[in-house]
C-alpha cells in the first residue's frame, strides 16, 4: 500500500479553495440579507393597496360615464370619461339617465340615483342616502347602523362606492360615475353621424359610397386621435432609424482610428477609444436632457442623444471587429497595386459587413423602444402621449391603448430587423 504526501504548497492551495467556496455563499446571503433589510421587504404587503389596484385594472378594460350636477344652477352634463370631447348633446343621455326637474340615473340592480333639490341614493340591502348640498356644506342622512366602508363621509363632501357605480357629493357637484366594459367611442364619437350604428351598417354604408367620411370620423376621432398616435409611432421610429444608422456612419471611420492594425500611433488610439468610453458611459437619457436644454424638445433632440450613445457602443464594436481581420484578404487586394482606400473598401469592408450589420439592426429594435422613453423627455414620439396620459391621469384604458401600440411597434420591428438580417447577411435562401 502507498501512502501519497501532499506538499505544503498543495495543502495551502485546497485550504484556499475551501475558504473561497465557503465565503461565496456567505457573502450572497449577507447581501440578500441587506437588500431585504434596506428595501424593507417585510412592510411590502403593508404597503400595498389592494384597492387601487383593482381600480387601476378596471380602468384598463372598461370605460365611465359620467353624469355631473352644478347644484348652484341645476345644470346637468353627461359625458364620457368627464371629457367636454365626449358630452352628450343637450338634452340627450343614455337610455338609464332620465332627464327633467328631477335626473334619475338608474345604475341597475335596483341602484337608483336621483338628482334634484337632494341627491338620493337608493341603496339596495342597506335603504336611502339623502344629502342636502347647501352653503354651509353636505347635510346627510344615512340609515340606522354603523358607517359602511363605502361611505366616506365628512362635512363637506360624501363618497358612496358600490359595485353598481359611485356617487359623491358636494357643496356645489353632484357626480355619477357608471362604469362599463369597452372602449367607447374608439371609433367614433358622439357627434358622428356614424356612432351606435352596427358593424353591418357601417360596413353597408362604406359600400355606397361613405367609405372616405367613414375612415375621416375614425381618423380625426377627437377622442382616441388616431391620427395623431399614428404619426407619433412615426416620429419614435424615425428618432431609433437616425440615430442608430447615423452613429454607425459616424463610428465606422472612428473604429479605423481606435483599431491597432490600422492605426500604429498609440495616442491617437487612446484619445478614440476614450471618446467612445465618454460617449457610451453617459447613458442616453442624460444626453437627452443636455441636448434639449441646447436645441429644444423634439425628434431631432431624442435622434441626436441616441446618435451620441450609439457611437460610442459601435466604435468600440467596430474596432474590435477591424483588429480580428484577415490579413491575407488585404494582403491579395494590396498585390494587385491597389490604394489604401481601395485596400480598405474590398479588402477589409467585406470581412467586417456582416457584423457591422448584424450590431446596427440589433440596435436599430432595441433603440425603437428606448425611443418611447427619449421622446417622453424631449416632446416627441409615442412616448410624450403615453407620458402625458399617465401624468395627467387620464384614462387608463388610454394608457393601455398607447402600450399596445408599443408592443407591437417592438413586435414589428423585431421581425422587420430579423428579415433584414437574414437578406444582407446570409443571402436568399439557396443562394449564393
Known amino acids: 500500500m502507498t501512502v501519497m504526501l501532499l506538499q505544503p504548497q498543495t495543502i495551502a492551495r485546497f485550504r484556499r479553495k475551501r475558504l473561497t467556496a465557503m465565503a461565496v455563499p456567505v457573502v450572497i446571503i449577507a447581501y440578500f440579507t441587506y437588500i431585504f433589510v434596506a428595501f424593507d421587504m417585510a412592510g411590502l404587503a403593508d404597503r400595498v393597496s389592494v384597492e387601487n389596484a383593482r381600480t387601476l385594472v378596471s380602468d384598463i378594460y372598461s370605460y365611465k360615464t359620467h353624469v355631473a350636477r352644478d347644484n348652484r344652477t341645476g345644470d346637468v352634463i353627461v359625458s364620457i370619461e368627464g371629457e367636454r370631447k365626449g358630452e352628450y348633446p343637450q338634452g340627450s343621455a343614455p ?27 337608493d341603496v339596495p340591502g342597506y335603504g336611502r342616502i339623502v344629502t ?54 374608439f371609433f367614433f364619437t358622439l357627434d358622428s353621424p356614424y ?38 409611432l412615426v416620429e419614435t421610429i424615425l428618432m431609433a432609424f437616425l440615430g442608430t444608422f447615423g452613429a454607425a456612419i ?81 494582403e491579395g487586394i ?3 497595386g491597389a490604394k489604401p482606400l481601395q485596400r480598405y473598401r474590398f479588402g477589409v469592408i467585406p470581412q467586417i459587413t456582416p457584423i457591422l450589420l448584424s450590431q446596427v439592426l440589433y440596435y ?9 422613453i427619449i421622446g417622453a423627455i424631449t416632446g416627441g414620439g409615442i412616448g410624450l402621449l403615453l407620458t402625458q396620459a399617465i401624468i395627467t391621469q387620464k384614462d387608463w384604458e388610454e394608457v393601455t391603448y398607447y402600450i399596445v401600440l408599443i408592443i407591437v411597434m417592438v413586435m414589428m420591428m423585431d421581425t422587420f430587423s430579423g428579415w433584414l438580417r437574414r437578406k444582407l447577411i446570409k443571402g436568399k435562401e439557396g443562394g449564393h
Request: glycine content about 10%; proline content about 3%.
Open 95 to 121: 337610455d338609464w339617465v332620465t332627464l327633467g326637474d328631477d335626473t334619475v340615473i338608474d345604475l341597475g340592480a335596483g341602484h337608483v340615483v336621483t338628482f334634484g333639490a337632494q341627491v338620493t341614493y
Open 132 to 185: 342636502t348640498p347647501g352653503s354651509s356644506g353636505v347635510n346627510a342622512v344615512l340609515p340606522a347602523g354603523d358607517l359602511p366602508d363605502w361611505i366616506s363621509a365628512s362635512k363637506n363632501r360624501i363618497s358612496v362606492t358600490t359595485d353598481a357605480g359611485r356617487v359623491t357629493v358636494t357643496r356645489n357637484r353632484a357626480e355619477v360615475f357608471r362604469y362599463a366594459l369597452g372602449w367607447e367611442l
Open 195 to 232: 356612432y351606435g350604428l352596427s358593424l353591418g351598417e357601417v360596413t353597408s354604408r362604406a359600400f355606397t359610397g361613405e367609405a372616405g367620411a367613414i375612415w375621416d370620423a375614425f381618423w380625426s376621432n377627437k377622442m382616441w386621435r388616431h391620427g395623431d398616435v399614428a404619426w407619433a
Open 334 to 336: 494590396t498585390s494587385t
Open 250 to 330: 459616424v463610428a465606422l471611420p472612428l473604429g479605423f482610428l481606435a483599431a491597432k492594425n490600422f492605426t500604429p500611433l498609440g495616442s491617437l488610439r487612446f484619445v478614440a477609444r476614450r471618446l467612445f468610453d465618454f460617449l457610451r458611459g453617459v447613458d442616453g437619457l442624460i444626453w437627452t436632457i443636455v441636448l434639449s436644454r441646447a436645441y429644444g424638445p423634439g425628434p431631432l433632440t431624442g435622434a441626436l442623444a441616441i446618435l451620441l450613445t450609439d457611437t460610442g457602443s459601435f466604435g468600440k464594436m467596430f474596432s474590435e471587429a477591424l483588429e480580428n481581420v484577415d490579413d491575407k484578404q488585404i
Open 364 to 372: 436599430l429594435e432595441s433603440n425603437t423602444r428606448s425611443a418611447t
